[in-house]
């Protein structure tokens, strides 16, 4: 066959023009480019937010449950530690409490009275709360030698130490393993049980009272966490975590921050591109204060962030769901805990101990706090710690947020449609003059 130019070497034949790899190059980053913006657009973008304590982290282990990878037991050995950690650091603010409400000469009494009825426990509940004070809180004598090898009836225990859980939980599960028999007296006697209705005061986490009726089985040398237990377990989260679950062909992003209020200038790092925010409010916390701040209330405090969160410009295209999360303890705090009793909440006009009264009215507090009125679809009261419940909350949360989110990109493929139309008609009339 002819050719219609000159012979080329070898080398120039080999090498294209600068031009023509540049232009390669372009269309590949291109390519790239597209893609990636065609994958971010088919992911749905979820924050929780929230102030500390409200249940932020629950919601997320309950997605884990749901939609993710089963625990291994390299998870249930740090929920194990986490646990027993926790029941340790429930003891600690209860015996203090107990001192500061002066009930050290009732459990006195009481102990008096267990001996005159027959009651022949190797402890009194007032022996109990003397070891726990000395080596829990005062800590006045050495800590008991505990490990993992060192459990009643010789065995090995099988949650152990987990690195994963932190030196500080690992010494307090080590602690519950040396005294969990005196806390298990002290928590069934009459007198914490009164310190235990007043525990606004120092900030116990309320469902930890299923751990403090179950010392006999946490404790066991075979005890491995229940499902149950790893919602309840408190782990503080201090650092940004993000989960990924792919359900329904829908890639789904979750990202949870801590709720704390030294922890905050990190969520600002997670608002570009967010699809919808879950906003969890703990409704049970009417009646307590700030960890950070005794002075400001909880309730208080996560109105004043939901009105910031919510007419927060990064999140004007955003769906916004409300979570009233803690309804199980919120209905039985109601019973001896009066809503309008509260300073700030003086204003409730409701009946007492009206759970659905209740909820109302903090409701539309929330709503309150709106410039855009937000649909009674958008809020669900919730318990974050119950599985079934947290299934249809999540499912309708998510099906609300895809049919949110889709309207969204309709309207605005409509805008730019519309912006196009006008430049094209703009154009043609130029050319026509």
């Given at each position: 066959m002819?050719?219609?130019?000159?012979?080329?070497?070898?080398d120039?034949?080999?090498?294209?023009?600068?031009?023509v790899?540049?232009?390669?190059?372009?269309?590949?980053?291109?390519?790239?480019?597209?893609?990636?913006?065609?994958?971010?657009?088919?992911?749905?973008?979820?924050?929780?937010?929230?102030?500390?304590?409200?249940?932020?982290?629950?919601?997320?282990?309950?997605m884990?449950?749901?939609?993710?990878?089963?625990l291994?037991?390299?998870?249930l050995?740090?929920?194990?530690?986490?646990?027993?950690?926790?029941?340790?650091?429930?003891?600690?603010?209860?015996?203090?409490?107990?001192?500061?409400?002066?009930?050290?000469?009732?459990?006195?009494?009481?102990s008096?009275?267990?001996?005159?009825?027959?009651?022949?426990?190797?402890?009194?509940?007032?022996?109990?709360?003397?070891?726990?004070?000395?080596?829990l809180?005062?800590?006045?004598?050495?800590?008991k030698e505990?490990?993992?090898?060192?459990?009643?009836?010789?065995?090995?225990d099988?949650?152990?130490?987990?690195?994963?859980?932190g030196?500080?939980?690992?010494?307090?599960?080590?602690?519950?393993?040396?005294?969990?028999?005196?806390i298990?007296?002290?928590?069934?006697?009459?007198?914490?049980?009164q310190?235990?209705?007043?525990?606004?005061a120092?900030?116990?986490?309320?469902?930890?009272?299923?751990?403090?009726?179950?010392?006999?089985?946490?404790a066991?040398?075979?005890?491995?966490?229940?499902?149950?237990?790893?919602?309840?377990?408190?782990?503080?989260?201090?650092?940004?975590?993000?989960?990924?679950?792919?359900?329904?062909g829908?890639?789904?992003?979750?990202?949870?921050?801590?709720?704390?209020?030294?922890?905050?200038?990190k969520?600002?790092?997670?608002?570009?591109?967010?699809?919808?925010?879950?906003?969890?409010?703990?409704?049970s916390?009417?009646?307590?204060?700030l960890?950070e701040?005794?002075?400001?209330?909880?309730?208080?405090?996560?109105?004043?962030?939901?009105?910031?969160?919510?007419?927060?410009?990064?999140?004007?295209?955003s769906?916004?769901?409300?979570?009233?999360?803690?309804?199980?303890?919120?209905?039985?705090?109601?019973?001896?805990?009066?809503?309008?009793?509260?300073?700030?909440?003086?204003?409730?006009?409701?009946?007492?101990?009206?759970?659905?009264?209740?909820?109302a009215?903090?409701?539309?507090?929330?709503?309150?706090?709106?410039?855009?009125?937000?649909?009674?679809?958008?809020?669900?009261?919730?318990?974050?710690?119950?599985?079934?419940?947290?299934?249809?909350?999540l499912?309708s949360?998510?099906?609300?947020?895809?049919?949110?989110?889709?309207?969204?990109?309709?309207?605005?493929?409509?805008?730019?449609?519309?912006?196009?139309?006008?430049?094209?008609?703009?154009?043609?009339?130029?050319?026509?003059?």
């Amino acid at each position: 066959m002819g050719c219609c130019c000159g012979a080329s070497s070898p080398d120039e034949v080999a090498t294209p023009s600068p031009s023509v790899g540049a232009s390669v190059e372009s269309r590949t980053i291109d390519n790239q480019l597209k893609r990636m913006r065609h994958e971010e657009e088919g992911k749905i973008k979820m924050l929780l937010l929230g102030a500390g304590e409200s249940g932020k982290s629950t919601i997320l282990k309950q997605m884990r449950l749901l939609y993710g990878t089963e625990l291994s037991d390299d998870d249930l050995r740090m929920y194990g530690v986490v646990v027993r950690s926790n029941i340790v650091v429930a003891t600690r603010k209860l015996c203090g409490h107990l001192r500061n409400l002066g009930l050290e000469e009732e459990l006195d009494r009481e102990s008096r009275k267990d001996l005159e009825d027959g009651d022949h426990r190797a402890m009194t509940c007032r022996q109990a709360y003397d070891e726990l004070m000395a080596y829990l809180v005062e800590f006045t004598v050495p800590p008991k030698e505990m490990g993992a090898s060192n459990v009643e009836g010789g065995g090995t225990d099988w949650v152990g130490q987990s690195p994963r859980a932190g030196m500080s939980a690992n010494n307090d599960a080590k602690h519950f393993l040396a005294h969990h028999e005196s806390i298990r007296i002290l928590c069934q006697s009459k007198t914490m049980k009164q310190v235990w209705a007043k525990r606004a005061a120092v900030n116990v986490v309320d469902s930890h009272k299923e751990f403090l009726n179950d010392i006999p089985r946490i404790a066991s040398p075979d005890y491995k966490p229940t499902t149950q237990d790893v919602l309840i377990a408190r782990v503080r989260t201090t650092q940004v975590v993000k989960e990924r679950y792919r359900i329904d062909g829908i890639d789904f992003e979750m990202y949870d921050v801590g709720g704390q209020r030294s922890q905050r200038r990190k969520w600002i790092d997670c608002f570009d591109q967010v699809t919808a925010v879950i906003f969890v409010v703990a409704l049970s916390e009417y009646d307590q204060t700030l960890a950070e701040d005794k002075r400001i209330n909880r309730m208080v405090e996560a109105l004043t962030l939901f009105r910031h969160v919510s007419n927060h410009r990064a999140f004007e295209n955003s769906s916004i769901v409300l979570l009233m999360n803690k309804m199980d303890i919120f209905r039985e705090k109601i019973m001896y805990s009066d809503i309008a009793a509260q300073r700030e909440f003086s204003d409730y006009a409701g009946p007492t101990k009206d759970f659905n009264h209740g909820v109302a009215y903090f409701v539309q507090k929330f709503k309150n706090c709106l410039v855009d009125e937000l649909d009674d679809s958008f809020i669900h009261v919730t318990c974050a710690t119950d599985t079934n419940n947290m299934e249809v909350v999540l499912d309708s949360a998510r099906a609300i947020i895809m049919t949110d989110n889709l309207k969204r990109r309709r309207d605005s493929l409509k805008y730019t449609n519309r912006g196009t139309l006008k430049k094209s008609q703009r154009d043609l009339a130029a050319q026509a003059s």
